[in-house]
């Protein structure tokens, strides 16, 4: 059907922008009468994940308020186009139960009462006993730990301007494992994948659907598709994503790599690898393995001792490994090779953050596009590094002198990020303690494993001092707060984003819609509070203040970092943080906003996001810059340095810029891991994981059943169980993601909670068979190695046998009946500490119609509200990477007749030796030289080099 309005736009098209200030339509709710609504369209960016998608706000003229969003034709990546989450910010920020006022406990911590307080007294509360810490040299007792970031840099900046190793991240719950395959191919941690281009995509979970990025991916997948590439998927779950493919690939969990591999010999065999690359652009000299040493050897012999090498990852092999036909593994990898440069793949979390070693996937990934020189190629893999663009403010501060042991301990010198789940053991054995504490979006007690380590840790004050949950919802993390403070949703806050959605570099501004709006009326504001909803702040306005608050006559050095770059000594706004990066760090912008009479920030305002340039592929290529060239010298291995560092490297008779490997080249082989205690690992490998069949059979006393010699001496005993759990063993998927849901902040999404509330276990019904003819609905008790949960059973040909899966999105509770989390996603549960560090939890409702101001609280329909695995699951911190490995060995048998929906029961005694284990099996710091960390490996708020020396503190 065409339907056109009455100023002829067409129903699928979006408003044009001449229209944006008084945008007509004709209101759903009068219908069949005509009756108009005149809005004012302000663009935003969408904060519900880290895709950065464009928004338009709907404001309407008369009531003032924002009605609706929809997609932002303007934005370069999302191009008008938003997943469910987007649109649905609506219900976030209309959530009749929101936090509106900042809050101060008023009771002991974690009582549940709370008190309104004034943003000035946060300000001086905080700004107080930070300045003393900082006076008494206790900087690193300082700590900025975050969820969602949603923003690029400042945060960095302000914690630099501090002067203070404090930057925690969630990373090593999420990505940083796939980040290490990736990163020591290439420095970059992250794939730029160009599949509008592609011939053939190869996905490692359910990417389109639910991964990173994924509305501007999908979107640009479904445009490879049209165009005739072909997907394929490895999942062991049939996911939406696996629906859609040509290939679906249900491995066993944890033996990805060795289907890669396996896909790289049948390439390598057929001499469909394209040599000229290979030779070009990896360091192949380099390399030494099973006493082949290339030095001074030719690229044929380096071919056949890889060969050699991999011999053992034939089909049938990884067939067996992984229970993908050895004949698909062969098709797939005769696809691959025949795309050639224009294969693109993705992974990010599934595999590589499920296993311990899930890293070797991604490198084993990336060696597929080595053989295809699909690297920095039109539909091929890009890094990401290539397409994020992010602006440098006016100053900037030195890098710190510290280096915090909480954060970066020895044990993990090779982890990408903070070895952030392990913080409440840390401080357990002593190792420090947090005078100010700031959860920003972050949710730990719900997202993190070991949830009852984080509640014994956040209540004792010992070990946190002050504790402030900076956050736009409501969260099992707030009530063990000290103050709750209410920071804004997408369309309440400022915040620069960029991230790597196709071969291109764009930037987008969120901003807060009520403000911009007023302001362009010509009201004025002080602060971002003052337009909002309540007082609800951003955090951009947030740290300035604080940072005046704790220097507040800069003698600290601190103030001057948050004093205008226009108005000397005064207080930094945020007009004047993005007017002065729009006016001096983004190439073209001023010019394309002069072309339409605006300034920088005026552009950016009206259009909400700006495309730097298009089409970037093959970065490597480009030639050392000519001041770079000056005064260089080309060392043995080709390496162009300069004073010390390294600019380049030749190629075929040419000095260009490279990645910034120490080879300056796809590293094939790294010396790094061989320096730092991995030789083993120097090449891409495949090892098993610790859910892996053999490990299975280990667990249970019957070592030798499928098990690799190898693998046991490593790593066993890594499962003990405790002592009354039963049932039959196998691997739980606690990980995918449901694509409507949004982690923790969904909770106050009323739209989102009507299309998903349950998270049942997936059974296959071979299994539900074996554990006693199991039904879906029916109860089932699954053990982990520190306790167990209780949930219902969903029979399913959608996932292996072997294998059973519990999506993590569900599982909230609230502690109180009426109040703090969302009561259309939580249960009202009854918590007790039974004995020390033994918890028991029991559902006393789920959820239920409720009276508040919203009409529809009394229309929720559904009941179910989940079950909180994660609280279950012990700590799995990779060796290598630090990541946690989530996949968890669970044995599962029927529920008996004293369990209940939703119970759960953990010690957090097993839970600390279960670290203990885990710690055991890595190889610490120091490496070469006395060093933390390789100093060539990224760190987030990379503090002086000096800091990187174990005799520095
Ligand atoms: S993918 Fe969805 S949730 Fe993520 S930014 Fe885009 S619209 Fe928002």
Redesign the pocket.
């Known amino acids: 059907m065409t339907e056109f309005k009455r100023d002829g736009s067409h129903l699928a098209s979006y408003p044009p922008v001449e229209k944006w200030d008084d945008w007509v339509e004709y209101d759903a709710e009068a219908w069949p009468r005509r009756v108009e609504r005149h809005y004012q369209l302000v663009p935003t960016?969408?904060?519900?994940?880290?895709?950065?998608?464009g928004?338009l706000a709907y404001v309407d003229e008369e009531t003032g308020q924002v009605e609706k969003f929809e997609?932002n034709p303007r934005h370069p990546a999302?191009r008008g186009r938003?997943?469910?989450?987007?649109p649905a910010t609506i219900t976030q920020i209309h959530d009749p139960d929101r936090i509106l006022y900042p809050m101060k406990r008023s009771g002991p911590r974690g009582g549940g009462k709370w008190t309104r307080t004034s943003w000035d007294e946060v300000l001086e509360t905080f700004g107080a006993r930070i300045r003393k810490a900082f006076q008494e040299n206790r900087g690193e007792e300082v700590m900025y730990h975050v969820g969602r970031p949603g923003h690029d840099f400042i945060m960095e900046r302000t914690l630099q301007a501090w002067g203070i190793d404090g930057h925690n991240s969630h990373t090593n719950v999420c990505s940083s494992s796939a980040r290490l395959g990736y990163l020591l191919w290439h420095y970059a941690d992250r794939p730029s994948p160009d599949h509008a281009n592609a011939r053939f995509i190869l996905l490692l979970s359910a990417h389109l659907e639910s991964g990173h990025?994924?509305?501007?991916h999908a979107q640009r997948i479904i445009e490879g598709k049209m165009a005739g590439a072909k997907l394929a998927v490895m999942d062991p779950r049939l996911s939406n994503t696996a629906s859609m493919a040509d290939y679906w690939m249900p491995s066993y969990p944890g033996t990805e790599a060795a289907v890669l591999l396996a896909m790289a010999m049948v390439i390598f065999k057929e001499n469909r690898f394209d040599a000229t690359f290979v030779k070009n652009w990896t360091n192949w000299e380099e390399l030494e393995v099973d006493g082949f040493s290339a030095k001074g050897q030719s690229f044929e012999a380096l071919i056949e001792a890889l060969k050699r090498h991999y011999a053992k990852f034939t089909p049938e092999f990884a067939e067996k490994e992984s229970g993908v036909k050895a004949e698909v593994i062969v098709k797939t990898a005769c696809e691959i090779a025949a795309a050639g440069s224009r294969f693109a793949s993705h992974l990010w979390r599934g595999s590589a953050s499920g296993n311990l070693g899930g890293w070797q996937a991604a490198r084993a990934l990336m060696l597929l596009h080595v053989l295809t020189g699909s690297v920095g190629t039109p539909g091929g893999h890009n890094l990401n590094a290539w397409n994020k663009f992010v602006p440098r403010p006016f100053k900037n501060p030195p890098p710190q002198k510290r280096w915090n042991e909480l954060l970066y301990p020895q044990e993990w010198p090779l982890c990408t990020h903070e070895m952030s789940p392990l913080l409440p053991h840390f401080l357990k054995e002593g190792r420090g303690r947090i005078e100010a504490y700031f959860t920003r979006v972050f949710n730990p007690v719900w997202t993190y494993p070991d949830g009852f380590s984080w509640i014994e840790m956040l209540r004792d004050e010992e070990k946190v001092g002050l504790h402030a949950a900076l956050t736009p919802t409501w969260s099992e993390t707030a009530w063990f707060a000290d103050y709750v403070l209410p920071m804004g949703f997408s369309s309440e806050r400022h915040d620069l984003m960029s991230q790597e959605s196709y071969a291109g570099k764009w930037i987008g501004f969120r901003q807060p819609v009520l403000r911009v709006l007023q302001e362009r009326e010509g009201k004025k504001f002080d602060y971002t509070y003052q337009a909002n909803p309540g007082e609800v702040w951003e955090e951009d306005e947030f740290w300035i203040n604080l940072s005046w608050a704790i220097d507040p006559d800069g003698s600290m050095g601190i103030r001057q970092w948050f004093e205008s770059p226009y108005r000397p000594g005064q207080k930094l706004t945020v007009d004047e943080y993005y007017g002065w990066i729009f006016e001096n760090s983004v190439p073209g912008l001023p010019e394309t906003a002069a072309k339409e009479g605006l300034k920088p920030l005026e552009y950016m305002r009206k259009y909400g996001a700006y495309e730097v340039t298009t089409d970037v592929y093959k970065q490597n290529e480009k030639p050392v810059a000519p001041a770079d060239l000056s005064g260089s010298k080309i060392e043995t291995n080709l390496v162009v340095t300069k004073e010390g560092k390294a600019v380049g490297v030749m190629v075929d008779g040419a000095a260009v810029v490279g990645y910034n490997t120490p080879s300056r080249k796809l590293e094939l082989f790294s010396q790094t891991m061989a320096d730092w205690k991995w030789p083993e690992f120097a090449l891409p490998e495949y090892y098993r994981s610790h859910i892996h069949r053999s490990a299975q059979a280990a667990s249970m006393g019957k070592p030798g059943e499928g098990c690799d010699p190898d693998f046991d001496k490593r790593y066993m005993p890594l499962v003990e169980w405790p002592k009354d759990s039963n049932g039959e063993v196998y691997t739980l998927l606690p990980i995918f993601r449901l694509p409507h849901l949004?982690h923790t902040r969904s909770g106050n999404s009323k739209y989102l909670y009507e299309i998903a509330h349950k998270n049942p276990l997936w059974v296959n019904p071979v299994d539900a068979q074996k554990l006693g003819n199991i039904h879906t609905g029916d109860l089932l008790k699954v053990h982990t190695e520190i306790g167990f949960f209780v949930l219902h059973a969903w029979v399913t040909e959608g996932l292996a046998p072997g294998v059973v899966a519990c999506s993590h999105h569900m599982g909230r509770w609230r502690l109180n009946k009426d109040d703090q989390i969302e009561r259309m996603s939580s249960a009202w549960v009854d918590l007790k500490e039974v004995g020390k560090g033994q918890w028991k939890m029991r559902q006393t409702s789920g959820v239920e119609p409720y009276e508040t101001t919203d009409p529809d609280t009394m229309r929720v329909w559904w009941s179910d509200a989940g079950v909180h695995q994660n609280l279950t699951f012990p700590v799995h911190p990779d060796p290598i990477t630090g990541m946690h490995c989530w996949h968890q060995m669970v044995r599962v048998e029927r529920a008996g007749a004293d369990d209940r929906y939703g119970d759960i029961f953990v010690d957090t005694n097993l839970s600390f030796a279960v670290y203990q284990r885990w710690k055991a099996l890595t190889r610490p710091a120091p490496g070469p030289g006395g060093l933390r960390r390789p100093l060539w490996i990224p760190r987030v708020v990379r503090p002086e080099e000096a800091a990187f020396y174990m005799n520095k503190t």
């Open positions: 960016i969408c904060f519900n994940c880290e895709s950065a998608c928004l997609g999302s938003l997943c469910a989450k987007g990025y994924f509305n501007p949004i």
